[in-house]
Every structure is written in C-alpha cells, then in structure tokens.
C-alpha cells in the first residue's frame, strides 16, 4: 500500500480510520491507528457527556472534551490524528474552531455539507478541511461554493458508500440499489477531484463496507487514493467503546443488520436488538430534550434521544440504547489489536490483484 498526501501531511499507510461516535473512536482508537501510519479519527459527537467533568452543561463540556481527547491523542502519537465534526451538530461552530486552534492535523466532516468550513480557517492555520459526501453532485457543490467563497479547495474528499455504519448519506429507498452503489460514486467523485488536477490534488478516500485488503486493492484500483474504516476497526483492543458493544459485532449474523429511521432525519445502519424492538412498540419517549446537540433532531416526536441512545450503548447499556454498525460487521469473529487489523489488511492487499 503506498503512502499519499493529505495537502502538506504525508499518510504513510493509505487508511482513515472513519470517526465513530458516540465515544466508540476517541484518543485510545485513534492514537493506535495512527500509530501504524494510517489517519486516527476521534469522534466529537457527544464528548459533553464522557468528559463531563467540569460540569459546565452539555455544550461548553462537549467543546472541552474535544481539546482533551485531541491533547490525550497527542501523547500517544506522533501521527496524523484527525476529528470528525458531523455538520448537524448544533455546536458545529465552536467544535471546529476549538479543533483549529487545537492545531488537529485534519477535520472530517459530513452529515449534511459543510459548505463554510473554511471560514474558520485563520492565517496560520495548519489544519487540513476533508468532506464526508455521498454523491459527486456534493462533491462539486462543496469544491465550487469552497472555491468561489474562500478560494479553497477540499483537501480530499471522503466518499461514504450505504454500505457504511452509522447515519447514511442516502434516502432509504436508494441504499440497496446499485445506481449508488460506492463502486458506482467512486469514479464520479474522481473525476470532480481530477477536474481540479491543475490547481490541486484533491485524493479521493474510499468509505463504506471496506472490509479486507481485497477491497481496498479494489477501490484503488478504481482511482480512489485511499480507505476510510470504521466497522473493522471497533473489535479491536484499543477501540474506546466497552467490550459488551464489541461483544455485539461478535455475536451478529448478517440477518441482524437493519436501517433504522434516526430522530435526526437521516436512515442509519445499525445492529438489531433489545431497544430498537422496544423503539418499534413503541416503549420509549423521552420526556424532554436533554442536549439539544443536533440541528435537524425532531426531538418533540421522537421516540429517544439518539444521542444518549449510542452513548449508553457504547458504555454496554444495550437496554438503554443500540449499537450503529457497517455492512460488514457480522463478519468480525473475535477481537484483535490495531497492529494484527493492519498487518492482516496488509497481507491481503498483497495477496489480491
Ligand atoms: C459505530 C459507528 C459510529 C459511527 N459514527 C460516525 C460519526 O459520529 N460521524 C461520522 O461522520 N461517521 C460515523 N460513522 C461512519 C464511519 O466513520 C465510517 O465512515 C463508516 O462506518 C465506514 O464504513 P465501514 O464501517 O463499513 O468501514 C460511524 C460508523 C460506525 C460503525
């Protein structure tokens, strides 16, 4: 696997490791991944409740935790550590300005499109700015509205596929039909990337169902420049979330893969259980918005609050909420290190054409 820039960064091993919360990929996840050369992704969905130590409400302990798990990760590395700031995230503004002045090396972000990322940038800043898209048609707008505004172009582009885990880019109709299949989206998306070829490199990074080194081989070979991982990388040791959530990726059959309707407006992929059951009838009602973390939440009809819902489940509370997972996710048979992943990863790759 050959290494690739990042705009000045150098990415020894092509792999990001997709950001997952809520508190599934924090500093210990990240630090290992990066640690074998790949990109380490913390992500800052909820932080406010993990580090909530200062007791200074949700919000201002969200931004708090974000400072921390980046200096927390800093420690444990010298690599390339990213955040991923879901754009829906009703502190968006106060997360990225925090992971700037935090001098992160890169910010993922998706979930909607971030449209002025850069104008948090400040002369000086060295941060690098990757969106998370789901069609070339975004993958234009983004570069376009970018380049007219700020005269910035992405950095790259994550292109996340509906075979992914977590919050989908997708109308729920359009995830099982191959028109947008990620083998489909990628060419398109390399393509916008290329148009810019002269003013610059814009690599394009592959997310979605990437399970083995034989996918990876498969989208390089179909131009995109590197990988985005979630679901392989949550049954490892360093993972952040409990060993019970691990346990539940263990445990799956692909049977028990399952789109829910999420309380934020978009379809996820997640594994089936005690609370969606519950949720289907119709067992749970909040009594108030606790947070108000996401913009597009309809939290006077929905039936939980998503927030605390994986939050519990990442703590191993599975009456209390449910574990988000990618396509693949059935087939992680025990847990390894991030180093026996790579190596793994690493060997299949150069087995595969
Ligand atoms: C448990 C879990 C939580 C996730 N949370 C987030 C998130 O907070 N923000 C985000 O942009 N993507 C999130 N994702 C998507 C991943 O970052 C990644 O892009 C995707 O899962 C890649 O597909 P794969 O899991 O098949 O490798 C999550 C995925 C999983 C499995």
Redesign the pocket.
């Known amino acids: 696997m050959k290494s690739f820039n990042i705009g000045n960064l150098e990415i020894k091993l092509p792999i990001v490791q997709?950001?997952?919360?809520i508190g599934?990929s924090l500093s210990g996840l990240a630090a290992a991944v990066a640690n074998e050369g790949g990109v380490g992704v913390i992500?800052v969905?909820g932080l406010g409740m993990i580090h909530n130590e200062r007791h200074l409400g949700f919000l201002e302990d969200n931004n708090w935790g974000v400072q921390k798990e980046i200096r927390l990760a800093r420690e444990k590395t010298k690599g390339v550590i990213g955040v991923?700031i879901?754009v829906a995230l009703s502190n968006f503004a106060d997360l990225v300005r925090t992971s700037i002045a935090e001098k992160v090396d890169i910010i993922?972000s998706?979930?909607g499109l971030p449209l002025d990322l850069p104008a948090y940038l400040k002369p000086g800043s060295v941060t690098k700015l990757v969106p998370?898209i789901s069609s070339s048609r975004a993958a234009k707008l983004i570069c376009n509205k970018w380049k007219s505004a700020y005269g910035y172009l992405p950095d790259a582009i994550?292109v996340?596929g509906p075979?992914?885990?977590?919050?989908l880019g997708f109308k729920p109709e359009d995830i099982d039909d191959p028109n947008f299949a990620l083998e489909k989206i990628i060419p398109e998306v390399v393509e916008v990337a290329n148009s810019y070829k002269d003013e610059k490199e814009i690599p394009v990074i592959a997310?979605?169902?990437?399970?083995s080194g034989g996918d990876i081989r498969k989208f390089l070979n179909m131009g995109a420049t590197g990988v985005?991982?979630?679901?392989?990388f949550?049954t490892t040791k360093e993972c952040d979330a409990s060993d019970t959530f691990k346990n539940e990726y263990i445990k799956a059959k692909k049977d028990d893969l399952r789109i829910i309707h999420s309380p934020v407006g978009m379809p996820g992929r997640a594994l089936d259980g005690e609370f969606i059951q519950g949720v289907e009838a119709g067992l749970k009602h909040p009594k108030a918005c606790p947070l108000h973390c996401i913009k597009t939440c309809d939290y006077v009809n929905a039936p939980y609050c998503i927030s605390q819902a994986l939050f519990q489940a990442a703590r191993g509370n599975l009456d209390k909420g449910f574990?988000?997972?990618?396509?693949?996710a059935y087939l992680a048979d025990k847990i390894n290190t991030v180093k026996e992943v790579i190596a793994k990863l690493k060997r299949e790759f150069a087995a595969a054409q």
């Open positions: 997709g950001g997952m919360g599934v992500s969905a991923n879901m993922f998706g979930a998370i994550v996340e075979k992914a885990g977590g919050h997310a979605g169902g990437i399970y985005q991982m979630g679901t392989i949550v574990v988000f997972a990618g396509f693949n």
